[in-house]
């Protein structure tokens, strides 16, 4: 499957924005999806996934309660709305789908990756 992810931009802290990941060439809903991020000089972190029908949804603990994965697989995209952004929400974020066999609470190593969307919060 290819991912595209788009959406990102730059927004005061406190504000808003929706990420979207859409794929193509491949079943959407064969695939554990999920988002990731890399702030400069960081190692690239996990943020959130999501299963194959959205039934099971996990999040870092940082954002939980300010950002929401979804998906709609008819239209073979995944979101994450962000709320109450904060500085160091500032990343590079990334898609990225499995088959999910190996992975554990949405964690683990994925197969697929989008190009990455750049996210700046202004404080």
């Known amino acids: 499957v290819q991912l595209q992810a788009f959406g990102g931009g730059l927004v005061q802290a406190g504000g808003s924005l929706r990420l979207s990941c859409t794929g193509s060439?491949?079943?959407?809903?064969?695939?554990?999806m999920g988002w990731f991020r890399q702030a400069p000089g960081k190692e690239r972190e996990f943020v959130a996934a999501?299963?194959?029908?959205?039934?099971?949804?996990y999040y870092e603990d940082s954002v939980k309660g300010r950002f929401t994965i979804s998906r709609d697989n008819a239209k073979k995209s995944m979101y994450l709305q962000m709320n109450a952004l904060k500085p160091e929400d500032a990343a590079v974020y990334y898609c990225?789908?499995?088959?999910?066999?190996?992975?554990?609470?949405?964690?683990?190593?994925?197969?697929?990756w989008g190009q990455g969307t750049l996210v700046t919060v202004s404080s």
């Open positions: 060439g491949d079943t959407f809903s064969n695939y554990y």
């Open positions: 999501i299963s194959w029908m959205g039934g099971n949804i």
């Open positions: 990225a789908a499995d088959s999910g066999r190996r992975l554990v609470g949405g964690r683990g190593r994925y197969y697929y």
